[in-house]
C-alpha cells in the first residue's frame, strides 16, 4: 500500500470519528456553554498529546512552533464559528452538509492563496454546490439562518486550515521575500496536533470568558456531562485529529479533503438514528446537491482510482 492509500484510508476513519464526534458535541452543549465546552474539549486533548509530544515538541525550531501555532489560531476561529452553528441549526445532518462545503473551498484557497494548480472539475463543482446553498435557504424566502451563515463561514475558515496543516505537515521548498530558496521543514504529527489542539482551547476559552457565565454550569453541572466531554476530547478530538495530521503528512495534495465527504453522511444517518432527526424534501435535494458538488471536486481521481482497482481485479485473470 502506498503513503497516499493510506493516507485515502486513514481519512476514511476519519470522517466516521468526526461524525461520532457530533454526537458527543451536541449532548454536551445541551448542558453547558458551548465556547466553554470546546475550551475544555481542546484544552484536554491538546494538553494530552503534548504530555506524549514532549521530546518532540522540545526539538521543534522556532520557525516550526510559529507556523503549528498559526494553524491552531485558524483553527480555533473556524471552531469557534462551527459550534456556534451546532448551537444555532435545527438539524445537525444539514449543519454536517454545509461544513462540507469545506471541500470544495480548499482548491480555491490553494489556487488563489498558494498558487497551486486545480483541476476543470473544482470549478464545475462550485455552481453546484452554489445551488444547494440556495435549495437550504428556500424554506426562509432566501433569508439563511444564522447557524446557516455560522457554518458556511466556519467552512470557509476550515479550508484554511486544512490548506495550512497539509502544507506545515509536508516539507517544502519556498522562495523568501529577498528572493532566496528555503527549505521549511515538516512537523511531525503529534507535536503539531498537539500545538494546534491546544490553540484552539486557548482561542476558545479567551472568547467563554469574555462572553459566557461560568459558574453556574460548574454548580450544576449533571453527572453524564464529564462523559461527553471526555469523549469529545479523547476520541472526537486528539484521536480524530492526530489520525487527520498523520494521513495529511503522507500526502503533500490538498485533494486529500475530500475524502472528508463521507462526513455529512455518517452525520445525518447518526443523527437520524441518535436524536430521531429527520430532514425536509427541500433539505434533502439541497444536501444531495452538496454531495454531487464533493463527488464532481473529487472526479478525477475517484476514476482514476477505480480504474487501478480494476486493472488490479483483472490482473491474475491475464496473467
Not at 257 to 277: H, N, S, T, Y
Amino acid at each position: 500500500m502506498t503513503d497516499a492509500q493510506k493516507s485515502d484510508f486513514l481519512l476514511v476513519g476519519v470522517t466516521l470519528l468526526a461524525a461520532v464526534s457530533w454526537i458527543f458535541s451536541k449532548e454536551a452543549i445541551l448542558l453547558m456553554p458551548p465556547l466553554l465546552f470546546m475550551a475544555l474539549r481542546f484544552l484536554i486533548a491538546g494538553l494530552v498529546l503534548a504530555l506524549v509530544a514532549y521530546p518532540s515538541l522540545r526539538r521543534l525550531s522556532a520557525d516550526q512552533i510559529r507556523r503549528s501555532l498559526g494553524v491552531g489560531l485558524v483553527f480555533g476561529i473556524a471552531m469557534s464559528l462551527w459550534i456556534m452553528g451546532l448551537v444555532n441549526i435545527e438539524s445537525m445532518g444539514e449543519g454536517a452538509f454545509l461544513t462540507s462545503l469545506g471541500v470544495v473551498i480548499v482548491p480555491i484557497i490553494a489556487r488563489l492563496v498558494f498558487r497551486e494548480a486545480q483541476p476543470a472539475s473544482t470549478w464545475l463543482a462550485i455552481p453546484i454546490a452554489v445551488s444547494g446553498l440556495a435549495l437550504l435557504s428556500l424554506k426562509n424566502g432566501f433569508r439563511p439562518e444564522a447557524g446557516q451563515l455560522f457554518f458556511v463561514a466556519a467552512a470557509t475558515i476550515f479550508a484554511l486550515y486544512f490548506t495550512l496543516n497539509t502544507r506545515t505537515a509536508n516539507q517544502r521548498t519556498v522562495i523568501n521575500r529577498r528572493g532566496e530558496t528555503v527549505e521549511k521543514a515538516k512537523v511531525p504529527a503529534l507535536p503539531l496536533t498537539a500545538m494546534a489542539l491546544t490553540t484552539v482551547g486557548l482561542v476558545t476559552l479567551t472568547e467563554s470568558a469574555v462572553l459566557e457565565p461560568w459558574l453556574a454550569t460548574f454548580q450544576q453541572a449533571p453527572a453524564n456531562l464529564i462523559g461527553w466531554v471526555l469523549a469529545s476530547a479523547l476520541i472526537g478530538t486528539a484521536g480524530r485529529f492526530l489520525v487527520q495530521t498523520f494521513a495529511q503528512s503522507l500526502s503533500a495534495h490538498s485533494h486529500g479533503v475530500v475524502i472528508l465527504v463521507l462526513e455529512p453522511v455518517w452525520v445525518a444517518l447518526f443523527a437520524a438514528l441518535w436524536f430521531g432527526e429527520t430532514m425536509s424534501p427541500l433539505q434533502l435535494a439541497g444536501c444531495g446537491l452538496i454531495l454531487a458538488a464533493l463527488i464532481v471536486n473529487r472526479w478525477a481521481a475517484l476514476s482514476k482510482a477505480l480504474k487501478q482497482a480494476m486493472r488490479r481485479r483483472n490482473l491474475p485473470e491475464n496473467g
